[in-house]
């Protein structure tokens, strides 16, 4: 997935100490980030982490507490209107409009940019029908479920060719075949050269989309990376789960230094080599109950966030 | 209080009062209900009814029929509570149940733009009624013309004067039944006593007074004039004082708004 090499070095998005306050509440703890044109950036982060925020103050709805905000070679400060022609937001909560049909809500919206009736129309067939919606044209909101209100929400995103689409949570709420569909249709604007940000709480879906990737907590970045290159460099190759671990294991992982978390019921071994580790401890200290898998970006995200629960 | 009186409102604010067009044409014939029949019901109750209680009404020393006296009153009651309803109740669901707002603000449109927008489609909303009123309350003579086509641009600026105020508690109120407080407390009172059901004379001289500063006393003394055809110097100060109204509480409701919705 290292695609980053085929980009431009043209910047999208130039985030500089950005910071944001509510009251005593630092929301967004002077991040710096650059997206490139093309590129597919993602935000991770528990929840409350500051990704909204960021996003938010990036389209201009939250104005920044502090540090400078550049987005397509315009600083947010100066010239906000005309940034916000050429970007597309689908923001966390699906804010359609109750009182239109599914078609309406894309033409008044196209009304938004200044986009003529005619035009409008025709992209919002042309919409409807790459998001798989096309049958529901005449049909208010709420009789959508809430996968196609999500799309819809991602078609409306979509109504002005923006140049940068920036997409808070856009696959939340949806089942795998929309999740999938919706994948496949990002990877279909990235080609078309469309530089995305987005956010999102499901790893398999950062690890198959984003080039790169931040993982933020408590309003900071903590790493920045592709996916592949966090994982490697954070966790390793592989993972062992042990469950139940019995306390001569626990003493040969601890004396033997190798990176891993005890969870009390479960032990979670950080294996850098093979599966040599593996076949030991199933060998020698655990028959069952011990599974040798994949690293994932969740494991990354676990180890770097921790485990307990948010807010 | 910075930036209280700079803002910039560019044209697109129409996209706004458009979107609302658009949902008000669905359901227009739902919508077009309540002032085509708002002023027979009144007519009927306060012509037929009340009137034969009330008799002749001593009106500028001219002697009306109780109907000629309240007909004009009915056309400025309906123009504030068109504007006052749909900046409170209806722009509040917008923003706060709908997340229209929020939606639009992802958008190259601007608050100010949307509340300038809501605002002037509040006072469309004032007269979309006014002139159905005007049709109906036509019917029966009870208005002269051309003056009265008059009231057609008033219920504009009655309705950007009530809607800005609407508006203005649109941006303070925490949850939407406290709207009930200004309602109670402000359009009522004005309803009732604005020189619309009996003469202002009839009221003690410092009740006239107070009488004399609300905005709706104002809006009923220049649809009152127009719906007799007469043609006076007060015209202009009534309309300069609903125009002040709404020059004062648009920057407010801008401000409110702004405060509320920016984080
Ligand atoms: N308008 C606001 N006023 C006060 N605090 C806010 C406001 N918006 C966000 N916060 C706070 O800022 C922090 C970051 O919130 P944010 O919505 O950015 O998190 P997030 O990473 O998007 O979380 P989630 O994954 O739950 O969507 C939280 O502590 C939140 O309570
Ligand atoms: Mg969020």
Redesign the interface.
Known sequence: MAKANKYSNTVVIRAENVRKT?GALTAVDSISFTVKKGECFGILGPNGAGKTTTIRML?????ITGGRLEILNTDISQGL?QI??RIG?C?Q?N??????TVQ?NLE??A????IPLPKARRKAEELLGFLGLNHRKPNRVAELSGGMMRRLVLAR?LINDPELLILDEPTTGLDPQSRHQVWERLNELRSRGITILLTTHYMDEAAHLCDRLVIMDHGRILVEGEPLKLIRDHVGHNVIEVNEPNPELRDYICSHNFGYEDLGHRLIVYSRANDALFHKLSEEYCREGCVFRMATLEDVFLRLTGRELRE | MRGLFSFHVSQRFLRVWQRNFTVYRKTWKINFLPPLLEPLFYLLAFGAGLSALVGKIQYHGAELSYVVFIAPALIAITIMYSAFFENTFSSFVRMYYQKTYDAMMATPLTLEEIVTGEIVWGATKSVFATVIMLVIISLFGLIYYPHGFLIIPLAFVGGLAFGSIGMFFTGIVPTIDIFNLPMFLFITPMFLFSGTFFPLENLPIWAQLIASLLPLTHLVNIIRSLSFGSLDVSLVWSTGYLLIFFMIFFPLAQHAMKKRLIK
Do not use: C, I, M, W
């Open positions: 509510f389209y201009g709805f939250s104005p209107v916000k022609f937001v923001q909560e804010n359609l409009d109750p009182d239109l309406q008044v919206y009304r938004y940019f200044d995103a």
